[in-house]
Nanobody, 124 residues
């Protein structure tokens, strides 16, 4: 199981950008699908984006497609989430997670490593 630490959250105006980072420990980082999820107050945690171990395939929620970009640097054991054109509805705690399920997009309960989260607040 990898240990994950997110960073890069903050307060930004609508239309602005932020880049989140998630640093992972462990020697097998490239063997995990990495995902970003978010949870707004009073709402369930929801999928945002995921990327395969090699970085060759990415997945996005419809709500962020075209605005967010997930990427990874396996040499640095880090996954990123570039968020552009932010909207107030993007306000949430953002979590990164790791899954050993590599042959398809993992289901929520197939992620077995989670970070502590980083707060993103978008003001209108």
């Amino acid at each position: 199981q990898v240990q994950l630490v997110e960073s890069g959250g903050g307060l930004v105006q609508a239309g602005g950008s932020l880049r989140l980072s998630c640093a992972a420990s462990g020697r097998t980082f490239s063997g995990y699908v990495m995902g970003w999820f978010r949870q707004a107050p009073g709402k369930e945690r929801e999928f945002v984006a995921a990327i395969t171990g090699s970085g060759g395939r990415t997945y996005y929620a419809d709500s962020v497609k075209g605005r967010f970009t997930i990427s990874r640097d396996n040499a640095k054991n880090t996954v990123y989430l570039q968020m552009n054109s932010l909207k107030p509805e993007d306000t949430a705690v953002y979590y990164c997670a790791a899954s050993p399920i590599t042959w398809r997009l993992p289901a929520y309960n197939e992620y077995d490593g989670w970070g502590q989260g980083t707060q993103v607040t978008v003001s209108s």
